[in-house]
């Protein structure tokens, strides 16, 4: 773009994360301008909170979906002008865009179930829901939309459940997935649901360290965020057993 102010990598000295500007799009639906923010690089983050949240400093979650508020037409950056069926789309977005707007839904939210509704028109499959959900509940952590993360983190549960049962996660995501699965049923209250994921986690792990399955999502943290997981059931259950 024109001289647009470009952000990100480094501040003041200090790294905050990838280096990204603003820029003018056409909506790929209503064809009218948006403003979004565009990655200028490729960013890998350095930190993670337990549920697999990357730290990407001042480019934010939501940032990662175009969100068009003319029409509720949304999708991920790179998939912003890709082909579909417009009947299916218009099927999709259409009451969508009537009720964001009844409703009166914070910015932030109102992209995530907009890309939802316009990837559902894609034919995504549950594994792909599962991610995008997860992906809301991180962004509704950071924009401090408290309310909206226990639907959000509720739909991934049942988006990642039902591809565990479609088997369409590959050999190398199933540890972390399983891993991701328990995280978020602790995040519920429902430690017995975690435990169970837990152990198939565990379970997975060791099988892909036999088989010596390379490129394990990751492989080396995955161990410690388990342990974590599992002395944090341990002391909730102290709690529910042990009077103190």
Known sequence: ?????????FFLGRVIGPRWSHKKVRC?????????????????????????RPFYGHYHQKDRIWFCHHCSYAAYAEDFYLSYSKSRMKQAIIPLHKRLQTKRYSPTISRFHAAAAAYWARKQNSRFFGKLFIRAVWAAREEREHKAIPQFRQRAIAAMTIAFRRNEYSAKEKASAAYLLAELFRQEGKFRNAL?????????LELQKKKKTKGIHFSRDLEGWIFQLQVQIAKRNKRIFVLH
């Open 1 to 9: 773009g024109k001289n647009l102010p470009r952000f990100g990598r």
């Open 28 to 52: 790929h639906y209503c064809n009218k301008k948006i403003r979004v923010k565009r990655l200028l690089a490729k960013w890998n983050a350095r930190r993670y909170d337990s549920d697999l």
């Open 196 to 204: 169970s994921w837990l152990e198939k986690a565990l379970h997975t």
